[in-house]
C-alpha cells in the first residue's frame, strides 16, 4: 500500500512546515525561505496560493490564484485517481497553457520540468510526457470542494494549493505506475537542465551501465525527498555530504533499508519506495553503485 504512507511522511512533514510557518513563533517566513544552503534557488512565493515558475534559476513569472482563475478556463474533469483508487472529478485548469505563460513557449523544446511541493518534495517531469498526455492543474475538488484526498487506505492529503492530474481514467499504462508524477501541493514549476541545475548528481562521462540505471532509479525515485551535496528535494536528509550513507551504513544494511525502512528501524518516517517495474533488488544495487559514484571518500576518519 505504498501510496498512503508516501503521503503520509509528506503529510506530516507538511504539517510540521505548516505550524512553523504559521504559528506564533513563525514570524511569518514560510518554510521554503530556509533550506541547507543550494537546496533551492532563493525565490518564495509571495502568497501560499500562489504559484511561480523558474527558467534556469531565475525567476520568470509568480502567478496568483486569481490571475490563474481569470486567465484559463476552469474545467471539470475526471479521472483515475491514484492516492484515492478511485474516479474522482476535479475543477482544473490544462497544464500546458499555464506552462506557456509562466516559462514561455521554448519549454517544449527542453527535456525535464520540476515540480516543487512546499515541503521541498521535487518531482521532475519528463517534458515529453507532458507533451504525449494530457493533464491538468487541479484547484479544487469537483463543485468547488477543497483540494483534499482521502487514500483508499484512510487519512487525508491536503494537495492544494496545485496537484498534478493526468487523463488516466483509460490509460492502463498511467494507472500501472500510481501516483508517480501526480505532485500535489505544488506552489514551484521549474524549467532546468538537470545536469547544469544539480551537477552533483551527475556521473562522470567513465560510469557503469550499473551506475547509469542507477541514475534513473534516484532521479525518479528518490531526488523528490533527498539531495545529494545540498542538490535535490528536501524531505528526507542529505545522502552524501559532507560523509555519504555508502561510508556510514553497511551495504546489506543499506540495501535493506531501501527496500523497506521500516525492516530495519521502527517508526522509520521513509516510506519504502515504490521504484520501477522489473527487479527490485537490481534496481537497489544500481541506485546504491549510483550513490557510491556521486558519494566523495571521506577524507577523516570518524
Ligand atoms: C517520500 C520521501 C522519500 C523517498 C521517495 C525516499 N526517501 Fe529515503 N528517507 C526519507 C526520510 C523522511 C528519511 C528519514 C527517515 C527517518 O528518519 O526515519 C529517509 C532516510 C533515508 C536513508 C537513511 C539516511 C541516514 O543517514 O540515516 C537512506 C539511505 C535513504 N533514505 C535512501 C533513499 C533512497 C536510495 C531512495 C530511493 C530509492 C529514497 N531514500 C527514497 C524520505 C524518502
Do not use: N
Request: glycine fraction near 10%.
Amino acid at each position: 500500500m505504498r501510496e498512503p504512507r508516501l503521503s503520509k511522511v509528506r503529510r506530516s512533514l507538511t504539517a510540521v512546515a505548516a505550524a512553523l510557518a504559521l504559528g506564533p513563533l513563525g514570524c511569518g517566513k514560510p518554510p521554503e525561505a530556509d533550506p541547507p544552503a543550494g537546496l533551492l534557488p532563493a525565490v518564495t512565493p509571495l502568497a501560499l496560493d500562489s504559484l511561480s515558475f523558474l527558467v534556469d534559476g531565475q525567476q520568470s513569472a509568480v502567478l496568483q490564484r486569481s490571475a490563474l482563475l481569470q486567465r484559463f478556463a476552469k474545467e471539470t474533469v475526471r479521472v483515475w485517481d491514484p492516492f484515492e483508487q478511485a474516479e474522482v472529478a476535479f475543477e482544473a485548469l490544462p497544464l500546458l497553457p499555464v506552462l506557456d505563460a509562466g516559462l514561455g513557449q521554448g519549454w517544449r523544446q527542453r527535456k525535464d520540468l520540476l515540480f516543487v511541493a512546499k515541503d521541498g518534495y521535487t518531482a521532475p517531469l519528463p517534458v515529453a510526457r507532458l507533451l504525449a498526455r494530457k493533464a491538468w492543474l487541479a484547484v479544487a475538488k469537483a463543485g468547488g470542494q477543497p483540494l483534499v484526498l482521502r487514500p483508499k487506505a484512510g487519512g487525508t492529503i491536503e494537495a492544494g494549493p496545485y496537484y498534478v492530474l493526468w487523463d488516466s481514467l483509460g490509460d492502463a499504462e498511467l494507472r500501472a505506475e500510481g501516483d508517480h508524477g501526480w505532485p500535489f501541493q505544488t506552489v514551484r514549476i521549474e524549467l532546468a537542465d538537470l545536469a547544469q541545475r544539480w551537477p552533483r548528481l551527475q556521473l562522470p562521462p567513465t560510469a557503469t551501465a550499473a551506475e547509469q540505471r542507477g541514475a534513473a532509479v534516484f532521479t525518479g525515485w528518490c531526488l523528490p525527498c533527498h539531495a545529494i551535496g545540498g542538490q535535490g528535494g528536501g524531505v528526507g536528509p542529505e545522502l552524501a555530504d559532507p560523509i555519504g550513507v555508502v561510508h556510514v551504513w553497511q551495504r546489506p544494511w543499506l540495501a535493506a533499508w531501501i527496500d523497506d525502512p521500516a525492516k530495519v528501524r521502527r517508526g522509520a518516517k521513509m516510506p519504502a519506495p515504490p521504484l520501477p517495474a522489473g527487479d527490485r533488488h537490481q534496481h537497489i544495487a544500481d541506485v546504491i553503485a549510483y550513490l557510491q559514484a556521486v558519494t566523495p571518500t571521506p577524507t577523516t576518519a570518524p
